[in-house]
């Protein structure tokens, strides 16, 4: 790596995406429908043989890859739940990727290791966490790349800690509990980690409780379990469900899981970013009865991908599940004085090799602060709050699920027309088609639903302002079709 090439090709990369940035609200949000396949015939066969100039490179990002992309940073990109980027984000992410340290054991990055661990403790303040789940409280975090992994390692630690006390003959037994709004990703993970797909219990939600998970409902479920012989391990309470934004009673959860000696796990990928608002902290009451929880600031915390807060806390049932302890990895973490300083995080995650994400992660704590960040989060909330209350004051709208933070579920009313579910599809696809904003779906209790996810980094109140202009127009113009 020759320094000077450095600093002028990484100039060239900023410049091509500032430009990106300052046009990405002209581009269609969602990639233009391509034939698949189109991309492997603009591009050559194999790798060149000799290297090119960057400038190429780039020329070609811009004329073959941007084409192709769905945008999201597009300040109209509601779909899914948005993933942030800032300058901030996009610095911290470029020192990690610049300094390039491994600190899979403490000896191998100490500073990476110990801003891992203090970013986690800052973290956990600023979400309300309680002191257990904390370093000092004798808990502790880690950052990996996505709620995905971090869910497989707590359930790793969840039955490794049930085996130790029934042996490993019981695997057979061990029941994990989710809801019918739980991410799938729950599902997944159990499976990887040997739970009979047949023990996995997806407990309904209704309307009623607004989706969230009732605990009687898995007070009942837990009862037909043990009556059976089989026993309970992990209980998920999702605080902002991906579908709809739903919150499950974590406290009630919690004690339901206690009674059973399950394992809690708290899963507040998008919405856990909102409890740095004191008014948000309230949905994670009750999270000191949980054994662990997660987070994505990558989602709603301005920090660019990837990035996902795991707490537990017990780091122990954590690194009993998942340590390794080869001789060439040996360091002060390992050399049995058990120095809880040098943590080695390899035993915290999957893999070995990972990212020095805390830099990231601390670069954008320290340019926002708690005010800047709370700022961003109440900026989505007003907007969300805005489109919810228009969207119901519309009589050819209903909203679906009632809003806790920024997502917004609604839908055309079916008096409107013969399916409504088909009319719901069509409109979601006119606007899409548009190129001006993109949006997806959701199916709750048997319905069609449109979901609005306000949380880009770039989205202001007038892109959503922009939405129902657009939203409107596109029914007038579905709902014509269906009158005819
Ligand atoms: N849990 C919830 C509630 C989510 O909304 C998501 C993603 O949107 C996930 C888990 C999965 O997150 P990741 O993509 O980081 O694995």
Known sequence: LNPEAFAGESRSVVDFLAEYYRDVGKYPVRAADLEPGLLRKLLPDAAPELGEPLEDVLEDVRRDILPGLTHWQSPSFFAYFPMNASAAGFAGEMLSA?????????????????????????????????????FSGGGGGVLQGSTCEAVVCTLAAARDRALARLGHAAIMKLVVYASDQTHVT??????????????FRVVPTSAASGYGLAADAVRAAVDRDVARGLVPLYLCATVGTTGLGAVDPVRELGEEARRHGMWLHVDAAYAGSAAICPEFQGYLDG?????????????????????????????????????????????????????????????????????????????????????????????????????????????????????????????????????????????????????????THFVVDGKFVIRLAVGGAMTEMQHVMDVWELLQDKAEEVLQRYRL
């Open 98 to 134: 610049g300094l390039n340290v491994v600190p899979f054991v403490w000896a191998a990055s100490p500073a990476a290791a110990e801003l891992e661990g203090v970013v986690m403790d800052w973290m956990g303040r600023l979400l309300g966490l309680p002191q257990r789940l904390l």
């Open 186 to 199: 729950f599902q997944k993970g159990a499976r990887l980690v040997g739970i009979p797909p047949s023990n």
């Open 287 to 439: 999270a000191e009865l949980a054994d662990s929880v997660s987070m994505n600031p990558h989602k709603w915390f301005l920090t660019n991908s990837d990035c996902c807060c795991l707490w537990v806390a017990s780091p122990r049932a954590l690194t009993s599940a998942l340590s390794t302890d080869p001789e060439y990895l040996k360091n002060v973490g390992t050399d049995g004085t058990g120095n809880p300083a040098a943590i080695d995080y390899k035993d915290w995650q999957i893999s070995l090799s990972r990212r020095f994400r805390a830099i990231k992660l601390w670069v954008v704590l320290r340019r926002y602060g708690a005010v800047g960040l709370r700022a961003h989060i109440r900026r989505h909330v007003a907007a969300a709050k805005w489109f919810e209350r228009t969207v119901a004051a519309d009589e050819r709208f209903e909203v679906v699920a009632p809003r806790k933070f920024s997502l917004v579920c609604f839908r055309l009313r079916a008096s409107f027309a013969g399916d409504a579910d088909d009319v719901n599809r069509e409109l979601l696809a006119a606007v899409n088609a548009s190129g001006r904003a993109f949006m």
